[in-house]
């Protein structure tokens, strides 16, 4: 039985291959705290489907490289356009701010 996971695409820069963050939440054995863990997947995605901040479901699959184990099945949640880019602004302006205050010391 392969597993199927979701996850977030967290980098969409190479070709044929997708970064997904699969997130998950646990109750800790000892402490009972809730923990959050977070597993990075390379993905091979032979059609460049997935974007940036896509929600995809991914299948275990056999090795396609020294690092890719995974195969995109089908993106769940397109990750809306305005959304990227304002996230790629506020990086931007959060390195400006950075720049000018690292400047006036």
Known sequence: M???LRGTVTSDRRDKTLRVDIERRFRH???GKIVRSRMGCQVH???NTGRMGDLVEIIE???VSKTKRWQLVKVVQAASDAAVAAGEVDAAAARES???SSGHD
């Open 29 to 31: 054995r000892k402490y």
């Open 61 to 63: 699959s056999p090795p």
């Open 45 to 47: 995605d032979p059609e």
């Open 2 to 4: 392969k597993r199927v």
């Open 98 to 100: 950075e720049q000018e």
